[in-house]
């Protein structure tokens, strides 16, 4: 391997422009009419890539307990390997010659563990801009071609696509790929394959997010930003706890509970395994005068829970301090329904009260 990268010219970054460039000029394009040389071409260096890091093989476990790409999967997504290999798959999966198989199952093989690793921001976001869902219908629909690449087409489908959409650069591409396969995902071949029912709880979810992603950015439902802080000011009435706020996406549909840190199962969950960072981050979070909230996010990836600390950070404490003061004045008895729906509107007063100057960041 040191004489290819000598030759390449010295570093892995260079061995990867190699790489890029050359699938690239084999397949500059989706439309491009593939055939056989096409497929002989591709087969070496996707060979290579797969090899040099063993994409084949479970992935290397780093320093942070996250799962990294190997070096020449790193440097290749620099040089927009993303990009190239979605291409190939949108032209291979429009024909349905034997050899395609092959091809498909090494650029899918790479794209999964680019798209399931660390670090390859927005990796998933390109390949959805450039064509992923066509991709993946287009080879749903040939019988054969889908039976070689199926356990690839689910993985997408059922697992990685549908966790993409809590994240607001993942999901903004879908509404315009969603559009470009209106008349797609209605052909008889897609509709008649297995997977079309997972397609279809899929998009249900993504089109439920991309709703109220667009319900926020025309800004009509302010008030909803305040709905988290609503829960915090019943649970300040009743404790003096640090409150967890914990977004369970695990099932598709999330599900956003506050509690006490004593009464969480997801903080217990985090505390059991996380060592000694976790008691750190509670004492970050008693010392920053309510400027810091514990958010916990908890995923499904893979067949198995993944669970998260982001922080919640700001740089004032007025909207603390705010609540406290509301709850301090709630009635002793106070049905809990009646509280929100009184406060509903005091609540909305702090948030417009807060200035443009207040930074709140998940970090």
Not at 109 to 118: A, D, G, H, Q, V
Request: charged residues 20%; hydrophobic residues 45%; glycine residues 6%.
């Amino acid at each position: 391997m040191a004489e290819i990268v000598d030759g390449a010219g010295g570093s892995m970054g260079d061995v990867a422009f190699i790489v890029a460039t050359y699938i690239a000029a084999v397949v500059p394009s989706a439309e491009v009419q593939v055939c056989g040389p096409h497929d002989f071409f591709l087969q070496g260096p996707l060979l290579f890539v797969i090899n040099v890091d063993r994409v084949d093989k479970p992935p290397d476990v780093g320093p942070t307990g996250q799962c990294e790409l190997g070096p020449l999967c790193g440097a290749l997504v620099h040089y927009q390997i993303v990009k190239k290999l979605t291409l190939v798959t949108r032209a291979f999966g429009a024909v349905n010659i034997g050899s395609a198989a092959t091809t498909l199952i090494r650029c899918f093989m790479i794209l999964e563990r680019i798209f399931t690793n660390w670090p390859a921001e927005g990796a998933l976001s390109d390949a959805i801009y450039f064509g992923l869902f066509p991709a993946i219908i287009l080879c749903a629909m040939h019988t054969e071609l889908a039976r070689r690449v199926q356990p690839f087409l689910l993985q997408f489908i059922c697992d990685i696509l549908p966790v993409s959409t809590i994240y607001y650069h993942r999901l903004s591409p879908m509404k315009r790929a969603f559009g470009e396969i209106q008349d797609l995902v209605t052909t008889p071949g897609f509709v008649a394959s297995e997977f079309y029912s997972d397609w279809q709880k899929f998009a249900e979810v993504a089109y439920e997010r991309l709703a109220l992603l667009e319900s926020f950015d025309r800004q009509e439902i302010a008030v909803f930003k305040a709905c988290d802080n609503m829960a915090l000011l019943c649970m300040h009435k009743y404790t003096n706890e640090v409150l967890v706020t914990s977004f369970d996406y695990s099932k598709g549909r999330v599900q956003i509970d506050v509690e006490p840190i004593t009464h969480s199962r997801a903080a217990r969950t985090i505390g059991s395994s996380a060592g000694r960072a976790w008691p750190e981050e509670l004492s970050r979070v008693a010392r920053s005068n309510g400027k810091t909230e514990i958010h916990l996010m908890i995923v499904g990836l893979h067949g198995k829970l993944r669970w998260f600390v982001v922080p919640l950070r700001t740089n004032s404490s007025n909207m603390h301090y705010g609540l406290k003061t509301l709850a301090a004045s709630i009635p002793a008895g106070a049905d809990e329904s009646e509280i929100l729906a009184e406060f509903a509107e005091k609540i909305q007063i702090l948030v417009n009260e807060e200035g443009e100057d207040v930074v709140r960041i998940h970090s």
